[in-house]
């Protein structure tokens, strides 16, 4: 059963959690319009603003998964994509990096003269 201080405690906690809500929306506001105009702008590209770029997706991709367990994995590729392009706006090649990761050898094949393991006759 419910009394009138639960209540009131609930409204109370309510109203505090509002203001912070609409900050972050006002955030994310910004954030989106901030996007945009990067979207629009016509300057050169340099490594040092697209690395900027790369920290803010970054950051925003962080704070996304405080969501809970089932969005990390989503946004585990965002941050694999970012890694990517800073690898290549840093002028590593994508194949140096595909190279470097395999640390077993190729497996070979016995060839297709092997004629199997043979017995003596008893």
């Not at 972050?24 to 697209?50: I, M, N, Q, S, Y």
């Not at 706006?89 to 194949?95: K, L, M």
Request: glycine share 8%; net charge neutral; proline share 9%.
């Amino acid at each position: 059963m419910t009394t009138e201080v639960d209540v009131l405690v609930q409204l109370y906690t309510d109203r505090r959690r509002e203001p912070e809500g609409e900050y972050l929306r006002e955030l994310t506001g910004k954030f989106a319009d901030l996007a945009c105009d990067l979207t629009d702008a016509v300057a050169p590209w340099t490594p040092a603003t697209v690395e900027e770029v790369l920290a803010g997706i970054d950051i925003a991709a962080e704070a996304l998964e405080r969501l809970g367990p089932s969005v990390v994995e989503p946004l585990a590729t965002v941050t694999a994509g970012t890694a990517a392009l800073r690898r290549l706006v840093q002028g590593v090649p994508p194949s140096a990096t595909r190279s470097a990761r395999r640390t077993r050898p190729r497996r070979r094949g016995l060839g297709p003269g092997w004629q199997g393991v043979q017995q003596p006759a008893p």
